[in-house]
T-cell receptor, first 110, second 113 residues
């Protein structure tokens, strides 16, 4: 079953630009996580945002959560070539089981 | 701290053969996960352990897949017999508790011919 779906499926931007990707989900959640996957470092956790939080920051990353719309967005500011990767959201279903979306493939051009 | 260890990194087998994957989580992490990731898709949870008990295995094809986590530390995932559609990367992850960030291992790339 697919809980989260990322949008867009693929995104190509120039270095220094901002990248925004979105995640929509279907059922109520306790929290939502964003992960990055590239060939060099595998899957890496970026941010966890709880259902009672609306926004979280970590370095150049900003995550928002709108539980009324069942959606989240990940903003990467001042992107770098090293940000080239696939980005996944993972949501629980109000349980302890996380379901990953299909991912957004981000390419940052130098 | 040492990360999640997995072996082997690559495995090629013929259909109907069996294969086993091993995972050693980060020390002290109570929760261990096995995911299957098919090319171009997100990871799909196969089984989740809390210590040595199963929390969720609803998406594990139990007629051919089995997993155990003896003593609540390392874990093995077995496929017997393998099918062509089992070709994927098998990821192991661990976390301190059920609702925490997950740390992933490098994965095992399985090719079934």
């Amino acid at each position: 079953s697919q809980q989260g779906e990322e949008d867009p499926q693929a995104l190509s931007i120039q270095e220094g630009e901002n990248a925004t990707m979105n995640c929509s989900y279907k059922t109520s959640i306790n929290n939502l996580q964003w992960y990055r996957q590239n060939s060099g470092r595998g899957l890496v956790h970026l941010i966890l945002i709880r259902s009672n939080e609306r926004e979280k920051h970590s370095g150049r990353l900003r995550v928002t959560l709108d539980t009324s719309k069942k959606s989240s967005s990940l903003l990467i500011t001042a992107s770098r070539a090293a940000d080239t990767a696939s980005y996944f959201c993972a949501t629980d279903e109000g349980t302890y089981k996380y379901i990953f979306g299909t991912g957004t493939r981000l390419k940052v051009l130098a | 701290e040492a990360g999640v260890a997995q072996s082997p990194r690559y495995k090629i087998i013929e259909k109907r053969q069996s294969v086993a994957f091993w995972c050693n989580p980060i020390s002290g992490h109570a929760t261990l996960y096995w995911y299957q990731q098919i090319l171009g898709q997100g990871p799909k949870l196969l089984i989740q352990f809390q210590n040595n008990g199963v929390v969720d295995d609803s998406q594990l094809p139990k007629d051919r897949f089995s997993a155990e986590r003896l003593k609540g530390v390392d874990s093995t995932l077995k496929i017997q017999p393998a099918k062509l559609e089992d070709s994927a990367v098998y990821l192991c992850a661990s976390s301190r508790a059920l609702v925490h960030e997950q740390y992933f291992g490098p994965g095992t790339r399985l090719t079934v011919t």
